[in-house]
């Protein structure tokens, strides 16, 4: 079974510029999480999709970030202008969905350098 | 707010003995608890989970104990190995309700790097 897939791996840019990252969740997986994880911190939770509507985003920078899952599928998390505080590791995750408890399953992540 | 904390950043151990990470919670919602282990460039990659109605679950040399009362639980790996050497998350799980629709969502502590000294 393949996992949860991410691009880039790697990203740097400088402070106001965009950027755009791309997931693409385990098949069949209902449920899609993006997290922040800044340098000795834990994820932090950024945006849950439930097929291709969203369940949480309170805690998503909406001023400057934004992500859409299209046909409840992939996923795409953009940030626009950048930061230098958003340098961090972005991780996305997919999970069957729904109220049972099963595992969520984290991809490689896409570290993001802003200079 | 943090609703789980682990505190202590880091820990070391000698091979062959005994490690144990520590989490605590404040959220009486978790109903599910995990520990997932992370290498470097890597993701999370789960390791054992347990549920608020156990108080201990056991996976090879992984066993996980809950004390709900004190709101509290532990990871202990036994024998330790060089490869166990990695930062562990701690995760409590709840149900977000929303007018979307309800699933579950994770909470994460800040993670304690363990170091399993040859």
């Known amino acids: 079974e393949a996992g949860v897939a991410q691009s880039p791996r790697y990203k740097i840019i400088e402070k106001r510029q965009s950027v755009a990252f791309w997931c693409n969740p385990i098949?069949?997986?209902?449920?899609l999480y993006w997290y922040q994880q800044i340098l000795g911190q834990g994820p932090k939770l950024l945006i849950q999709f439930q097929n291709n509507g969203v369940v949480d985003d309170s805690q998503l920078p909406k001023d400057r970030f934004s992500a859409e899952r299209l046909k409840g599928v992939d996923s795409t998390l953009k940030i626009q202008p950048a930061k230098l505080e958003d340098s961090a590791v972005y991780l996305c995750a997919s999970s069957l969905g729904g109220i049972t408890y099963n595992e969520q399953f984290f991809g490689p992540g896409t570290r993001l350098t802003v200079l | 707010d943090q609703q789980v904390k682990q505190n202590s950043p880091s820990l070391s151990v000698q091979e062959g003995r005994i490690s144990i990470l520590n989490c605590d919670y404040t959220n009486s919602m978790f109903d599910y608890f995990l520990w997932y282990k992370k290498y470097p460039a890597e993701g999370p990659t789960f390791l054992i989970s347990i549920s608020s109605i156990k108080d201990k679950n056991e996976d090879g040399r992984f066993t996980v104990f809950l004390n709900k009362s004190a709101k509290h639980l532990s990871l202990h790996i036994v024998p330790s190995q060089p490869g166990d050497s990695a930062v562990y998350f701690c995760a409590a799980s709840a149900i977000w309700l929303s007018i979307s629709g309800s699933a579950r969502q994770l909470t994460f502590g800040s993670g304690t790097q363990l170091t399993v000294l040859p």
């Open positions: 098949s069949g997986h209902a449920t």
